[in-house]
């Protein structure tokens, strides 16, 4: 997959998938454990010119001990995926799905 898929994955699971991917060409073996899945991990993101509820300050005081990656898209980008991004990881997908919420509530 594209786009940010490689570093959910690795947020997700604690994981390299780009050494993973090297193990397998070299040796055959991915060298990790596929029951291990600490993490649920979610991208959100937003518009320019939109009105939300919270502000991105608001979103780094209530979450930001949970997020991983946030910045400005790309203009290439932004008509697929938003003009700033947010990518962060929980322990329960409750959470991860209560973090989306509070950061796309317009």
Same mark, same amino acid.
Do not use: C, K, W
């Given at each position: 997959p594209g786009g940010y898929s490689p570093d959910m994955m690795n947020y997700a699971n604690d994981i390299n998938v780009y050494q993973i991917w090297a193990n397998m060409v070299c040796y055959d073996q991915g060298y990790f454990d596929p029951e291990q899945r600490p993490y649920s991990c979610v991208y959100?993101?937003?518009?320019? =010119?939109? &009105?939300?509820?919270?502000? =991105? &300050?608001?979103? @780094? #005081?209530?979450? $930001?001990?949970?997020?991983?990656?946030?910045?400005?898209?790309? +203009? +290439?980008?932004? $008509? #697929?995926? $938003?003009?700033?991004?947010?990518?962060?990881? @929980?322990?329960? &997908?409750?959470? #991860?799905? #209560?973090?989306?919420?509070? +950061?796309s509530k317009k």
């Open positions: 959100a993101s937003r518009r320019r =010119n939109t &009105e939300y509820v919270h502000s =991105n &300050e608001e979103i @780094f #005081a209530t979450y $930001g001990q949970s997020i991983v990656m946030y910045e400005e898209m790309p +203009v +290439v980008l932004s $008509g #697929a995926m $938003g003009d700033f991004a947010y990518i962060a990881r @929980f322990t329960t &997908e409750e959470e #991860a799905l #209560a973090f989306v919420d509070f +950061v």
